[in-house]
């Protein structure tokens, strides 16, 4: 009886432990069939000489597309004596179903020798990584017995100096020449007589009061031309005063002109006056302000005014210095 109670205990743990494995079997399986990926290294040469170039390829292959790469193989610029030359961008393909992509990166070594490309690691979202498989490369001497110009590297050779003189004597003689020119020139345009100018007829009372009488001929107001007439009207006065004073306010500004005119008119009304012209143009002529027609009236009653009294003022004080 209890051999047969033995021999019945060994068949159920036998059993149990069939079962056991064929359930982590399935789990194995069923991970994956969830997740399967081949990764690809390849090379297009495994020797090369000294400086030359060689293309590795790197290639990944999902048969799921809800797999995403997180973090692709990431190669150093220079690794175990080999060196990237150029990186080609990541590129993707759909292939009976499955994912693919592969980067094409082109390497170089400066370095004789028998290397490896060690093994890079690609991580996806998932936690999961794909390893790349190691390359062997040979970095061979570059052959230079079959070359017929090859010399031996030959020591520093000393060069004896030597003087150009016919080159010295060439500079030597243009730099006198510009000299002499140079003297020759300034002394010609020194000589040279400045160019007078013609002096300028002074305007008289009567023909300023005539040039302001044309002014309002033109009929710019009427037409709107605002900013042309009050130019035109303070440029008369202006070249009145400056003969009148015998100064020159063609650069002054506005303040700095009325500054030189202040108790320079003759009376306080007229120098009031034409000070709010003045005022009045620079508004029509910066900020296009738009005068009335009964302001323009006014602004050529100011100018004769002002010219009137600036004549009469300019007689009077020249008299009684004489």
Known sequence: MRIKRQKGRSQEQKRSYISALIVTFC?????????????TTTIDRDKILLGEQVELQLKIELNNSSTVIDEWFNLPDTFNHLEVVKRLPIDTLQVQGQQV???????????????????????FTNQQKALSQPQEITILPVDVSQLKDYNDIKTVLEVEPHTNWLLIIAITVSTLALLIAAVIIFRH????KPITKAPVKPLSFQEVLQQIEALQQKDLVTKHQYKPFFTELINICRTFSDMQMQVSTNTNTTDEYMVLLKGKVGTEPAQVQYFQLLRMTDAVKFAKYIPTPDECETALTTARLFVNTLYQYTTKTKANAV
């Open 189 to 192: 345009y020194r000589k040279k």
């Open 101 to 123: 992509y592969f980067q094409k990166i082109i390497l170089t070594s400066f370095d004789t020798g028998h290397f490896t490309i060690p093994v890079f690691s690609c991580t």
């Open 27 to 39: 789990f194995l399986l069923i991970n994956h069939t969830a997740f399967t990926q081949k990764v």
